[in-house]
Nanobody
């Protein structure tokens, strides 16, 4: 079955960096769109970035544009999220998600994704 496992979450100081990983198994990874989301306590799940199956088409949410970078390695069945200049408002549980679709919409909507990982905690202190 589809399995997504996030890792790399940690506690860092403001201005620091982290790289999250999303390891996939149970499906043909190179055919799927992958996205990163986050959810802070009491807030809606927010779409951060998505990448199409080949890695040639990438979208970012406004809150992370210029600070976060998504990439995928289809030989390792893994998607990464490089996060720079982290701020306390980036504190959340970070999730990766996957879906199989011919096209990737520009809007990073949780309704578009069918499988989810368990999440990894990122805490940023000031």
């Amino acid at each position: 079955q589809v399995q997504l496992v996030e890792s790399g979450g940690d506690s860092v100081q403001a201005g620091g960096s982290l790289r999250l990983s999303c390891a996939a198994s149970g499906f043909t990874f190179g055919e799927y769109i992958i996205a990163w989301f986050r959810q802070a306590p009491g807030k809606e799940r927010e779409g951060l970035s998505c990448i199409d199956s080949s890695g040639g088409n990438i979208h970012y949410g406004d809150s992370v544009k210029g600070r976060f970078t998504i990439a995928r390695d289809n030989t390792k069945n893994t998607v990464y999220l490089q996060m720079n200049d982290l701020q306390p408002e980036d504190t959340a549980i970070y999730y990766c998600a996957s879906t199989y679709a011919p096209d990737m919409p520009w809007r990073i909507s949780k309704e578009f994704y069918t499988s989810w990982g368990q999440g990894t905690q990122v805490t940023v202190s000031s």
